[in-house]
């Protein structure tokens, strides 16, 4: 049977389509094209720059299998040292020169057995696969509140963080508490005159200490890349993926218990007023939302110069924010860390498969790929990191290196000439479907809280059994689970 030799598309230049650019052109069997919408690759790194930001996740784990970092400065890497890491990856693999910047898909069509492609400034293409590498939280959230447009100060989403604007000194307000917010406070707490954080509802806070590494540390690492393997595939930090992913899916776990009492531990031993530890206390279950991480969240907010502020927001006027118990904080800068649409990924491109078959009408309120990858009537697409994939505490390079793995067995079926299209069948996907829904429902997810991770029927969408679960579901495609044409 001859080999095929196939046009591959890579939308987004981020960590996962990073990824597939480099293990497409270590085969070095098709030929690889990657569009992305910005000027630089590193999706969210790119995107973010605000003070503090960092990965919540070791430093060592957030790397690709392939490419060992021994420079890392502490446990958990800052944003720019992450998106150095990606630059510097993307050029030692020579896979700059397939990127196509600028170039932001706009419409995919499946028509006569292959991907039509157009861009936003006219660029057309035509290819056998797509992948759709093109992220979770890229779209960001503009909070609908009254009167924002109205601020005298300066305003902006903190994934538009605007470099210019003075900080020192002044009076800054974030509105939100996900990882983000938290960050921004614990890095402006001492250097604003002063920081307002100001949240719907309080977090669960899990402590992580971020310790520089030495120079001798570092060392070490060079001489001997075992070392940086323990961090990231050893117990310690496998073992509370693990326990962490078994108390997501059976809330009533002995896992679960012991990150709640760990959380709720990190809360009464850390804040001295009662008052503030009130103020503080969340009324959901730990993990229900995202879980923070911060080695000093309590500490800042414990500061004269900080203030929780925890309630519903009634306006934005031009001295600062109006609350619903009639206070006003009075700002000069207001950070908007609301988040951004995670229902959105490929979106908003236009995407239709066979027969006519529009992606807007198949995911509707509820966007869903098995495992992650693959929808029915979209033949040849596959996503990385897509909809109803892990999501949570843990490293996405890792699972988006099990999705490629995965995907590559799917592609061998179209190089070895087994088919010219595959999709995962309706039956398949439909089973998934039920099993995920009544399994998600059962998950800490879906215990009672509003979090990013619901769909529109209030359904949590990430992947609601533990991290085995999926690692062993993606170490071989059935092919029975598909249809082949």
């Not at 270590?26 to 969210?44: D, P, S």
């Not at 310790?211 to 050893?234: C, V, W």
């Not at 809280?449 to 071989?476: H, K």
């Amino acid at each position: 049977m001859k080999e095929r030799k196939l046009r591959i598309a890579v939308i987004g230049a981020g960590m996962a389509g990073i990824l597939a650019a480099i293990r497409l052109k270590e085969a070095g069997k098709h030929e690889v094209v990657v569009y992305e919408k910005a000027a630089r690759i590193g999706g969210t790194w790119r995107e973010n720059s605000y003070p503090g930001l960092n990965c919540d996740v070791p430093a060592h784990a957030y790397t690709y299998s392939f490419a060992p970092h021994a420079e890392w400065s502490s446990f958990l890497a800052p944003g720019p040292e992450i998106q150095q890491y990606f630059e510097g990856v993307v050029d030692r693999h020579g896979v700059r020169p397939l990127i196509r910047f600028n170039s932001e898909i706009t419409r995919c069509e499946w028509t006569d057995g292959r991907w039509q492609l157009e861009t936003a400034d006219g660029q057309r293409d035509t290819v056998d696969v797509l992948i759709a590498a093109t992220g979770v939280l890229h779209h960001i959230n503009l909070p609908q509140i009254p009167g924002l447009d109205s601020f005298a100060g300066h305003a902006f989403h903190t994934a538009r963080w605007d470099h210019s604007v003075q900080l020192d000194g002044q009076r800054v307000g974030i509105i939100g508490n996900g990882s983000t917010g938290v960050q921004i406070v614990s890095a402006l707490a001492g250097r604003a005159a002063r920081v307002s954080h100001i949240q719907r509802t309080p977090q669960w806070i899990m402590p992580m200490p971020n310790e520089p590494y030495t120079e001798a540390q570092k060392a070490a690492f060079r001489a001997d890349p075992k070392l940086i393997d323990e961090i990231r595939y050893g117990e310690p930090y496998m073992g509370l993926v693990r326990r962490f992913t078994d108390a997501v899916a059976d809330p009533t776990s002995p896992a679960m218990a012991e990150i709640e009492a760990y959380v709720l531990g990190n809360l009464e031993q850390s804040i001295a007023d009662p008052a503030l530890k009130e103020k503080l206390r969340p009324d959901y279950r730990a993990a229900c939302k995202r879980l923070i991480y911060s080695p000093d969240y309590y500490q800042k907010v414990q500061r004269d110069d900080v203030e929780v502020v925890v309630g519903g927001i009634e306006r934005i006027e031009p001295a600062g924010v109006r609350m619903r118990d009639g206070s006003l904080v009075e700002l000069d800068v207001l950070a908007l860390a609301t988040g951004f649409k995670a229902d959105r990924f490929i979106r908003p491109a236009v995407v239709s498969g066979r027969d006519g078959a529009d992606l807007d009408a198949f995911w509707g309120g509820t966007p869903s790929a098995y495992l992650g990858i693959s929808m029915p009537d979209f033949p040849n697409l596959f996503m990385l990191n897509g909809p109803t994939g892990p999501v949570g505490n843990f490293s996405l390079i890792d699972i988006a290196e099990r999705q490629w793995g995965y995907v590559d067995q799917l592609l061998a079926q179209l190089e070895q000439g087994a088919c010219r299209e595959i999709s995962v069948s309706r039956a398949t996907m439909a089973d998934y479907d039920q099993r995920r829904i009544a399994a998600a429902k059962t998950t800490v997810f879906g215990s009672g809280c509003r979090s990013w991770y619901l769909d529109a029927t209030g359904v949590p969408t990430s992947w609601p059994w533990n991290y085995d679960a999926f690692a062993e579901a993606t170490a071989t495609a059935r092919l029975d689970e598909y249809e082949l044409r």
